[in-house]
């Protein structure tokens, strides 16, 4: 608090001196309670901003600050805090999930299908009715949906339905016959399809076969990718998200977003990491991409090590402890090595996902070796900052590398509450302390850059806030042995959010607390959510993102 006086008495000070001087702002937010994300304490009071830029914050409003024609909004004393970024999120699919038949959060299998059927009952006979979203974890009929569950009342129209976590799909039975999948046909590699007892498909098609359909869905075109960018961006600034990292995707996606920008319809700040193999060499050739207005970043990859855990393709040191394998690698050696060390030279971020323990090691492995390497020729930035994306289940000693090596762990609260349903059952009990150790990393120095993975989660800033805080489910449920002193504390939870990511796309300087000289993004909420009651985090409302000096949402 005593700094904070102390920041407040200087610009009253600098003010007092320029009192004749008009600040011509052009948005003055006042009555707002202010966290400016320095510390965790707020104080009621006004900030102003001209163009792109703070240039206002504090508890005296100077009289010249209403001199030119600035939009004024009083906020009645609700909560004003730094943009919230998602350091995670699939942007284009959070718009897709808007546009097509959204299934997510829906708790019961027999809902879901009244969803999808009242969905057809819009449409024409002929069309395809695809869906995302569905989870059956949470379902009380505790089985996966199957052909004949659609056949009933669509047995014309053919009908896609993805699982939340992208690795399965369900199909009804006119999609079977039109891909002339059959009791015969065999699993491809890597994938295969679900059939019963007597070797009958049951429209289950799980990872690479979910391939053996995918010519037939009709082909998404340019416009339609352009139209999911917008739609997810309107989307994410009406939940107060001002700004993105998006953890893979295409040169021609770049180009959308860059159509989108020179619009002015990039309302939300994206920070872009391209896909492995031909994006990412491209990028390594090119170098760089920095946008000094900080809407467009290109400087990072991402790359795949192992799979996910629900699915059991998380790489682990050890068997799964409900399954007789150890998960899988995704990466090769051959290829990712060349560009590891290409990177490091271009100065170029590496994002790699990894989830279980031993795909951590060999990522952590991996980044050393590529870090001796460029030390020895003289290649090394001071900095690289590279990520591991999820970084869920790490040993101990591992934990130590992330400090040793300057790894920034991305994590995603919602994936811990999402799992504390099966990883227990998955990792058993010993390993389960070593997976979302959010404090462990913290306490050890570490910075977490927080993200959703929405699509996969619903990437919702207020669910995220509440996962991390609380480590419960939405319904305040926690299985025994869920090391809850995992949790973090409000201010750590906001700082995953704000300053934490900024740090994470080099943008410190610029972006993730509320200080004279950053930009102008805000994050305003109808809510306390710093001090109160953990439920009521999630019935918070935004009222107010501000981008760049701009309104981009208000309620
Ligand atoms: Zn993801």
Redo the contacts with the bound molecule.
């Keep these: 608090m005593i700094k904070f006086l102390f920041i407040v008495a200087n610009l009253y000070v600098s003010t007092s001196i320029a009192a004749l001087r008009c600040l011509e702002a052009d948005l003055i937010l006042t009555n707002g309670t202010i966290y400016s994300g320095l510390n965790d304490d707020s104080y009621v009071g006004t900030i102003a901003s001209k163009g792109s830029k703070i240039i206002y914050v504090g508890d005296v409003v100077p009289d010249n600050l209403h001199c030119a024609g600035a939009k004024v909004i009083n906020l009645s004393g609700k909560y004003i805090y730094p943009g919230f970024t998602d350091a ?1 999120g ?1 942007l284009k699919g959070i718009g897709y999930r808007e546009l097509s038949l959204n299934l997510q959060g829906i708790s019961s299998l027999s809902e879901t299908l009244e969803v999808v059927k009242n969905y057809l009952s819009t449409k024409k006979p002929g069309d395809w009715i695809i869906g995302r979203g569905w989870i059956d974890k949470v379902w009380p009929e505790s089985r996966f949906p199957t052909r004949w569950d659609l056949d009933l009342f669509s047995p014309n129209n053919p009908v896609v339905l993805e699982r939340a976590d992208g690795h399965a799909v369900v199909v009804n039975s006119k999609v079977l016959k039109l891909a002339n999948i059959d009791s015969n046909t065999e699993d491809p590699q890597g994938g295969f399809i679900e059939k019963d007892t007597s070797g009958v498909p049951t429209g289950l098609l799980v990872d690479m076969a979910m391939n053996l359909i995918g010519d037939l869905i009709p082909k998404l075109t340019r416009e339609d990718d352009k139209e999911a960018f917008l739609e997810g961006i309107k989307r994410n600034i009406r939940l107060g998200w001002t700004q993105i990292h998006v ?1 893979g995707g295409t040169f021609e996606d770049i180009s959308i977003l860059n159509e989108i920008k020179s619009e002015n319809k990039l309302d939300q700040r994206v920070y872009f990491m391209v896909s492995d193999g031909e994006p990412a060499d491209r990028l390594l050739k090119q170098g760089p991409i920095i946008d000094p207005e900080h809407f467009l970043t290109v400087r990072a990859i991402k790359m795949y090590a192992d799979g996910a855990l629900g699915s059991r393709g998380a790489a682990l040191l050890e068997k799964y402890s409900d399954y007789d394998g150890k998960g899988v690698f995704i990466f090769l050696e051959e290829e990712t090595r060349p560009r590891l060390a290409k990177a490091l030279s271009k100065g170029i971020q590496i994002g790699t996902h990894a989830i279980g323990d031993h795909g951590n090691r060999v990522v952590l492995d991996w980044y050393e070796d590529s870090f001796i390497e460029a030390k020895k020729n003289n290649n090394f930035l001071v900095s690289p900052r590279w990520r591991i ?1 999820h970084s869920q289940n790490i040993t101990p000693q591992d934990q130590r590398r992330f400090v040793e090596l300057d790894i920034i762990p991305s994590m995603q609260p919602s994936h811990a509450i999402g799992d504390l349903h099966f990883a227990i059952d998955r990792l058993g009990l010993d390993r389960i302390n070593n997976a979302y150790p959010w404090r462990n990393l913290i306490n050890q120095g570490l910075i977490i850059a927080g993200g959703t ?1 929405a699509p ?1 989660e619903i990437g919702d800033p207020r669910i995220e806030f509440y996962a991390a805080v609380t480590r419960k489910d939405l319904d305040g449920f926690h299985d025994n042995g869920w090391n809850l002193d995992q949790r973090l504390t409000r201010f750590e939870a906001l700082k995953m959010f704000t300053i934490w990511p900024a740090v994470a796309s080099f943008e410190e300087e610029v972006k993730g607390t509320i200080e004279v000289g950053k930009l102008a993004d805000f994050s305003i909420f109808d809510k306390d959510l710093m001090t109160i009651p953990e439920q009521k985090i999630l019935e918070a409302k935004t009222i107010l993102t501000v981008v760049n000096g701009k309104v981009v949402f208000q309620d």
């Design positions: 995670h699939h953890p994306e993975d996969v």
